[in-house]
T-cell receptor, first 115, second 111 residues
Framework: EPEVTQTPSHQVTQMGQEVILRCVPI?????FYWYRQILGQKVEFLVS????????KSEIFDDQFSVERPDGSNFTLKIRSTKLEDSAMYFC?????????????FGAGSRLTVL | RKEVEQDPGPFNVPEGATVAFNCTYS??????FFWYRQDCRKEPKLLMS?????NEDGRFTAQLNRASQYISLLIRDSKLSDSATYLC???WGAGANNLFFGTGTRLTVIP
């Protein structure tokens, strides 16, 4: 079964450092997403990406966040200057087109710990 | 305000029991509805989409009431492997692929 892969599985960083989380979406999917889940809280939408640009973003996705699709396979989330409250599990997801556009497949997540 | 509300539980039920979860959503423009399950410290996984006419997948039945903005999930003959958090998920408006998640309802099936 096709899957979304994420690296690293866990990253520990110091406050103020830059972090890049990487994702390889399912190969024939066209929509890509980042979500986050703070421990014990709900899954929250950050950003969606289609046709090499951001299609929607939430209020969480401020100037400290950016996304990029640097090549044909990777989709990255960058946090420029991490804060303590950025500690969370970050899930990448992708979806297809047509009736499959709303059916998201999630990766296993990257756990970010900011000290 | 965009809200998807669920009873957080926990629901502790014996094996073989029937259990129902409810969810309400605030945005009447929502077009797509889903139940996902999430195991502890794992990613959400699609359990089933929810259609206007209601739909069933084995022991799982989902219902949608657009007028009341209400979604339900019924699990019959609970198995130990059903223990998880069940997430009510709604897209936000026509053409919006981004999903909004409820806080989830935790289910524990007891032997």
């Amino acid at each position: 079964e096709p899957e979304v892969t994420q690296t690293p599985s866990h990253q520990v960083t110091q406050m103020g450092q830059e972090v890049i989380l990487r994702c390889v979406p399912i190969s024939n999917h066209l929509y890509f997403y980042w979500y986050r889940q703070i421990l014990g809280q709900k899954v929250e939408f950050l950003v969606s990406f289609y046709n090499n640009e951001i299609s929607e973003k939430s209020e969480i996705f401020d100037d400290q966040f950016s996304v990029e699709r640097p090549d044909g396979s990777n989709f990255t989330l960058k946090i420029r200057s991490t804060k303590l409250e950025d500690s969370a599990m970050y899930f990448c997801a992708s979806s297809g087109i047509g009736s499959g556009a709303n059916v998201l497949t999630f990766g296993a997540g990257s756990r970010l710990t900011v000290l | 305000r965009k809200e998807v509300e669920q009873d957080p539980g926990p629901f502790n039920v014996p094996e073989g029991a029937t259990v129902a979860f409810n969810c309400t959503y605030s945005n009447s423009a929502s077009q797509s509805f889903f139940w996902y399950r999430q195991d502890c410290r794992k990613e959400p996984k699609l359990l089933m989409s929810v259609y206007s006419s209601g739909n069933e997948d084995g022991r799982f039945t989902a219902q949608l009431n657009r007028a009341s903005q209400y979604i339900s999930l019924l699990i019959r003959d609970s198995k130990l492997s059903d223990s998880a958090t069940y997430l009510c998920v709604v897209n936000w408006g026509a053409g919006a692929n981004n999903l909004f998640f409820g806080t989830g309802t935790r289910l524990t099936v007891i032997p």
